[in-house]
């Protein structure tokens, strides 16, 4: 029994140091996988911290010039609140303008109607003197004088 003892032990011997082996070779192939061998990770660590570095400079210009756009946006908004404001402004005036345009007009026609009417009377008056003497000339004018 000792030497099948010693045949068992062997073969725990050899079972353990086989695990051991597949161990060593599965870790080997498991690290070598990720690149982890001496100072690429470092060199990943520095090139990875370089593109933090230049990623939050691109932020804080990105941010800079955020800020311009929305200054320049705040500005054009008030600058079309303005122009509206005038605009509104403006169209009331033009009403105004029509209507006073067109009381004018109205006016207008009037007094070339009243113009027509007189340049005809100057033309009866022309064509048809009044023969009035005297007394009845003087009263025809305190008439018209009135």
């Known amino acids: 029994m000792s030497q099948n003892n010693k045949f068992n032990m062997n ?6 140091v086989a695990v051991i082996a ?4 599965f870790g080997y192939k498991w690290f070598g996988s990720y690149g982890l061998k001496f100072g690429e990770s470092e060199k990943r660590v520095e090139e990875l911290e370089a593109q933090i570095k230049q990623l939050e400079q691109d932020k804080t210009e990105s941010d800079a010039k955020i800020l311009i756009w929305q200054n320049k946006h705040d500005s054009i908004q008030k600058k079309e609140v303005a122009l509206k404001a005038k605009v509104s402004i403006l169209a009331k005036e033009t009403i105004a303008a029509e209507s006073q345009a067109a ?4 006016e207008l026609e009037d007094v070339k109607n009243r113009t027509a009417k007189t340049r005809d009377s100057i033309r009866t008056i022309k064509r048809t003197p009044v023969n009035r003497r005297g007394q009845e000339l003087v009263q025809s004018l305190k008439n018209k004088l009135k």
């Open 11 to 16: 073969i725990k011997n050899l079972l353990i």
């Open 22 to 25: 597949v161990l060593i070779i």
């Open 103 to 106: 009381k004018s007009k109205a």
